[in-house]
């Protein structure tokens, strides 16, 4: 039996514009995803953008029973900063009424809200004025994290403030993958730091009032880096990837400085950001309760194929490496590798204090799962099943091999929308019939996690190969 311990928490996790549609509904101003659709429909998966998700704006009762129903204790969305405040400074009372609502009826139904203020999706507004490279980005994410706390902190007694903040720097400004879609690694580190100073911003302006007497922690995606080879040059690599992907987000999140190998690098190849004096103090002083750890897949590299100086490129330091042994996800192609998550779970052990931290991603978008329906229209997702017994079983090593993880949440509830794939690949416990008024329908891994939650683990099957 791989057994968990007693109030570990168990759920899932999602974000508002990946959710809720209504996107210019009520007040809510456009973000980036919405107005990049207006923009360039065609780049989305079949013309499906963010105001046409999950509807939960109007349905999220109907998710929330059916989180009792799994007898979920917790689940993580996001509020979108949008909503809340449509130009930046007015608060807007019809996003105060859904989230308060939204979050009452969770907590209502025995389900612990985790909210996260950030998921990629950054106020065109804001974004007019140079999104996270401009300064100002910094003080204006301070004063939505405060208002944040001040509407909802009575109810939400553990908040996020960034979700995968890797993400939007790299595949904003070193990929195409989100808007503004350029390639400038400066100004990607532009990005990060300013990104990475609002984070500390806002947990100082969680601590600053004494009625907030919860968590505050962030979500990072930790893929671990395994270099291909013992020899020296791959080594190095892996190092270099490590520092930029992993140790730029976790030394500063948890220690509270940025690791000086990589303030040298940096410096080597003229691609230190700006910055201003007194932000030290304040990274020193607002490190996190908790991580989040979004695991999908491990980072594998090389020695880098084309070095290249000045570096204009993380490439220039590692080369992806493509493990020809890999198990992978057809349909997303990422690696599947559940000892990836005991590694980071050690990690956090061994490298960062122990701190408290829980899995708040990890899953497998698979897409066309109509074709595993049943004549009862449950979607036979065994492949899903196998996913999470294996990293399940891995996680509970780490913790009985004394990693501090106090939760495991699966991404996602019900099917969301995933950016440009859109509806593509789908990851929930539940099917979203788009078609058929978005009328959610079971899978068979939601009756698997519920059992899995009622016994405080499960009963290990045998084809399971990890
Ligand atoms: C994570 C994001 C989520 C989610 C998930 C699945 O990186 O935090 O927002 O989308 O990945 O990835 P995708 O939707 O790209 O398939």
């Keep these: 039996m791989i057994k968990f311990p007693k109030d570990f928490l168990w759920g899932a996790a999602t974000s508002a ?9 009520d007040g809510k101003s456009p973000s980036t995803w919405d107005k990049w659709f207006e923009l360039e429909p065609e780049l989305f998966f079949d013309n499906v953008g963010p105001n046409d998700t999950s509807n939960v704006y109007y349905q999220y009762k109907e998710d929330v029973a059916l989180m009792k129903k799994m007898s979920m204790n917790s689940y993580r969305t996001s509020i979108a900063w949008t909503r809340l405040l449509p130009d ?24 612990e809200p985790i909210v996260n203020l950030f998921h990629f999706d950054m106020p065109w507004w804001l974004m007019e004025k140079g999104g996270w490279e401009a300064r100002e980005s910094v ?44 390639y400038d ?14 984070h500390a911003l806002a947990v100082k ?15 990072l995606n930790l893929s671990p880096v395994y270099p291909k080879s013992n020899n020296e040059e791959d080594v190095k690599a892996g190092k270099i990837a490590d ?27 003229s691609l230190l950001p700006v910055t201003e004096e007194g932000d030290r103090q304040i990274f020193e ?71 408290p931290w829980y899995i708040s991603e990890n899953g497998m978008g698979v897409s066309e799962e109509e074709r595993f329906m049943d004549e009862n229209g ?14 399940l079983t891995k996680l509970s090593e780490a913790i009985n091999d004394g990693s501090n993880c106090f939760g495991y949440h699966m991404w996602t509830f019900s099917d969301c929308w995933s950016w440009l794939n859109a509806y593509k690949n789908r990851y929930g416990f539940y099917r979203v019939n788009r078609e058929d008024d978005y009328k959610r329908s079971d899978k068979t891994s939601s009756y698997w996690f519920k059992s899995v939650i009622e016994n405080g683990g499960f009963e290990k099957t045998d084809d399971s190969n990890n």
């Excluded at 302006?205 to 979500?219: C, K, L, M, W």
């Excluded at 449950?378 to 990293?391: A, G, M, S």
């Design 139 to 182: 003080d204006h994410f301070a004063f939505y994290a405060k208002t944040a706390y001040e509407q909802f902190g009575d109810i939400v007694k553990t908040w996020a403030t960034f979700n995968e903040p890797l993400v939007h720097i790299e595949c904003g400004y070193m990929g195409d993958a989100h808007y503004p879609k350029v």
């Design 205 to 219: 302006a969680y601590r600053e009032n004494p009625n907030n007497a919860g968590q505050v922690g962030t979500i």
């Design 88 to 111: 930046g400074k007015t608060l807007n009372p019809k996003a105060v009424k859904f989230y308060r609502d939204y979050f009452q009826e969770m907590k209502d139904n025995g389900v």
């Design 378 to 391: 449950v979607v036979q997702d065994t492949y899903r099943i196998e996913f999470l017994e294996n990293h």
């Design 285 to 355: 002083e607002n490190t996190v309760d908790f991580i989040g750890c979004n695991y999908y897949q491990p980072l594998r590299v090389q020695a880098p194929k084309n070095p290249h100086f000045p570096a204009t490129s993380p490439g220039a330091f590692s080369s992806y490496y493509d493990w020809p042994e890999k198990e992978i996800n057809p349909h997303r192609g990422w690696e599947i590798y559940p000892q990836g998550m005991y590694d980071i779970a050690m990690r956090l052990k061994n490298d960062y204090r122990n701190i």
């Design 185 to 198: 690694f400066k100004r990607a580190i532009q990005v990060g730091y300013h990104t990475l100073l609002a």
């Design 243 to 269: 520092l930029i992907y992993i140790r730029s987000f976790l030394d500063t999140t948890v220690h509270g400085y940025f690791p000086d190998e990589l303030i040298e690098i940096f410096r080597e190849n």
């Design 17 to 25: 514009p990946q959710t809720e549609g209504a996107a210019l509904v």
